[in-house]
């Protein structure tokens, strides 16, 4: 199994629980995106790549199809276990996917395939696929015009290191391999609704990056984030907030 990288591995296995409280689920609408684009569906097979905590898996459980979930952090999957007792769930990493070859009709990865998107990745997820199998990548993009929005982003950025994120758009350069065939995106609007310290605080102290962090500086970036929801006149007061997001959904299938 290979390596992974240090901000999934400490960041995910240690705030596994604050990852659950403040991270968005996906809009409703990609259900007829996984059944049109995907055909996901019943007497079909998905596999959920880099799973977490399963807050995707809860989705593709309502296509009907046979979902098996694959996730290398055992606190991940032990919510995941708890969260959908039905499911199939192996520990696993994206370049040795621990099912047989041709076995899945779909891949799904879901603010995940940034976190392994080399090329053996890409050889390994199109191994289990069966002929013509598609894969899907979706990503919940933050919606930075929003002035607040772009001050959370500020915040962070300074500790992100060298860990893989979505939109430093490296995750497309495996694809140049040819074991797939263009991306297309669709995209949906999204607003994650609740509690500051839910969509705010929780939401962004279970980055990954940021939860690796040393306690005092995970302390210190709580503190900046509270202090903008004390501050902003858009948070300041409110008893739930309704944080905008664009969802970016990718498909591609197998080519040959």
Excluded at 40 to 54: M, Y
Excluded at 179 to 186: E, S, V
């Amino acid at each position: 199994m290979s390596a992974i990288h240090a901000a999934a591995g400490i960041g995910f296995a240690t705030e596994a629980a604050t990852y659950v409280r403040g991270r968005p689920d996906y809009p409703t609408e990609l259900l007829p995106w996984l059944e049109r684009d995907l055909a996901i569906g019943p007497g079909k097979v998905v596999l959920d790549l880099g799973a977490g905590t399963g807050k995707f898996t809860r989705l593709l459980a309502r296509t009907a199809a046979a979902v098996v979930a694959v996730e290398p952090i055992a606190t991940m999957r032990a919510r995941l276990s708890a969260e959908q007792p039905a499911v199939r769930i192996l520990e696993g990493t994206a370049d040795a996917i621990p099912i047989e070859s041709g076995s899945v009709d779909a891949v799904v990865c879901a603010q995940a395939f940034h976190w392994f998107a080399t090329d053996a990745a890409l050889r390994e997820i199109r191994r289990v696929l069966r002929p013509g199998g598609r894969l899907g990548l979706v990503w919940n993009v933050r919606d930075e015009a929003v002035d607040w929005v772009a001050e959370i982003t500020r915040i962070i950025t300074p500790f992100e290191g060298d860990a893989p994120r979505f939109h430093k758009g490296d995750w497309r350069k495996p694809f140049a391999n040819g074991l797939f065939g263009d991306l297309q995106m669709t995209s949906f609007d999204y607003q994650h609704v609740g509690p500051a310290q839910e969509v705010i605080i929780d939401r962004f102290m279970s980055v990954s990056f940021i939860a690796a962090l040393p306690a005092a500086k995970k302390a210190l970036v709580a503190e900046r984030l509270r202090e903008l929801v004390g501050s902003h006149p858009a948070l300041r007061g409110s008893g739930a907030i309704s944080f905008p997001y664009r969802t970016q959904a990718y498909c591609c299938r197998t080519a040959g």
